[in-house]
């Protein structure tokens, strides 16, 4: 079984930035590909970054390279550095892990709890 908690969501205005991380319970995550999404209440939940475990970087369009994913193996943990934040980004970001699967399904066996993450004008 694997845990992931999410931290570092918060308050903050438009145009700044913010670091999300996700710590994992077992570093066999390294073996995983780790990835974030957000979800805006009513809507469904979208992909928005991964790591693979052979440490390619996978994005969503959507993300417009203001987003940056990294991972440290060694300490099991998934970062998300966000910059140029609007409005728009304000819902709740959660971290998740898989085995197998393609970066960008929903199919992650595990999910964290979700940070929230909100974005003032």
């Known amino acids: 079984q694997v845990q992931l908690v999410e931290s570092g969501g918060g308050l903050v205005q438009a145009g700044g930035s913010l670091t999300l991380s996700c710590a994992a319970s077992t570093r066999r995550v390294s073996s995983y590909t780790m990835a974030w999404f957000r979800q805006v209440p009513g809507e469904g939940r979208e992909f928005l970054a991964a790591?693979?475990?052979?440490?390619?970087?996978v994005y969503a369009d959507s993300i417009e390279g203001r987003f940056t994913v990294s991972r440290d193996n060694a300490k099991a943990t998934l970062t998300l550095q966000m910059t140029s934040l609007k409005p728009d980004d304000t819902a709740v970001y959660y971290c998740a892990a898989q085995a197998l699967g393609p970066p960008r399904g929903l199919s992650y066996g595990y999910w964290g709890q979700g940070t929230q993450v909100t974005v003032s004008s």
């Open positions: 790591v693979t475990w052979g440490q390619n970087q």
